[in-house]
C-alpha cells in the first residue's frame, strides 16, 4: 500500500514515468552516503561492475524486462547515470575548445543516434546503453564544451524550458492521455481529428502549462526547502 506514494521498486506506475523516480530514490540515498564519508564510493563501484556483467544476461520481450529487485538494484539505467558524473568531471577537467572537432563529436553522435536509434527498444540492455547512451553522452559533451569555449550561447527560452523539463517529464503523458480523450468527448470520430496537428498543439499547451507550475509552483518550493536547509544564503 505505501509502494506508490513511496515510490519503491516495483510499484504500480500510476504515472507511466513514476518507475524512474525509483531510480532517482537511489541515486539520491548513494550520494548521501558519499557526504557521510568517501569510502563509501567503493559501493558505486561494486555496483557498477556487477550492474554490466548482469547486462550480458538480461532477457526482454519486445522491450518488456521484468522486474526483479537484483535486476532493480543492478541495472544499466546505473550505468546510464554514470555518465551523467563523468560528463560533470570532464566539465570541470577538459578543455577541448576546438569549434571543428566538437562540431565533428556532435554530428557523429546525432548521426549514430539518428541512424540505430529507431532499432533499439526502450529497456536496460546493452543496445540502449551503446545507441543511445554514449551517443546522447557525447552530445552532451560536445554541447557543454562549445558552451565553455565561447563558441555557444543557449538562449533564454532554451534555459526556460530545461529549468521546467522536469515538471514536462512528470506531467507529459498523463497531459497527452488526457488531451487525446477531448475529440472524443467533444463528439469527433478519431478519422475527423488532425492528430499530428492536435499534438502538436498539446505538446505546446503542455510546455506552457508545465513553466507555470515550475514558476508559481517548483521553483519558490525549492527555493524555500534550500534556504530551510541552509543550501542557498537568505
Known amino acids: 500500500m505505501l509502494s506508490e506514494p513511496c515510490l519503491l521498486p516495483g510499484h504500480f506506475a500510476i504515472n507511466a514515468v513514476s518507475w524512474t523516480l525509483s531510480y532517482e530514490l537511489l541515486f539520491y540515498a548513494f550520494f548521501s552516503l558519499l557526504i557521510i564519508s568517501g569510502r563509501f564510493k567503493v559501493l558505486g563501484i561494486i555496483c557498477i561492475i556487477i550492474s554490466l556483467i548482469n547486462g550480458f544476461y538480461i532477457k526482454h520481450l519486445w522491450g518488456v524486462v521484468p522486474f526483479t529487485y537484483f535486476g532493480f538494484f543492478f ?18 577537467k577538459v578543455d577541448f575548445s576546438s569549434l571543428p572537432g566538437n562540431l565533428i563529436v556532435l554530428a557523429g553522435s546525432l548521426g549514430a543516434l539518428i541512424y540505430w536509434g529507431g532499432q533499439v527498444f526502450d529497456c536496460a540492455y546493452y543496445p540502449r546503453l551503446i545507441i543511445f547512451g554514449i551517443p546522447a553522452a557525447f552530445v552532451v559533451f560536445s554541447c557543454l564544451q562549445l558552451e565553455k569555449a565561447g563558441h555557444l550561447k543557449v538562449p533564454d527560452w532554451c534555459v526556460l524550458l530545461g529549468d521546467a523539463s522536469y515538471v514536462i517529464y512528470l506531467i507529459h503523458i498523463p497531459a497527452l492521455l488526457l488531451l487525446n480523450k477531448l475529440p472524443s468527448m467533444f463528439g469527433f470520430e478519431s478519422a475527423q481529428v488532425d492528430w499530428i496537428g492536435f499534438n502538436t498543439l498539446a505538446l505546446f499547451l503542455i510546455i506552457i502549462i508545465s513553466v507555470i507550475i515550475h514558476k508559481i509552483i517548483e521553483k519558490p518550493l525549492t527555493t524555500f526547502l534550500s534556504r530551510k536547509m541552509g543550501l542557498i544564503s537568505t
Not at 541495472?75 to 570541470?92: D, H, P, Q, T
Open 75 to 92: 541495472s544499466l539505467y546505473n550505468v546510464e547515470f554514470l555518465f551523467g558524473y563523468l560528463l560533470y568531471f570532464a566539465y570541470k
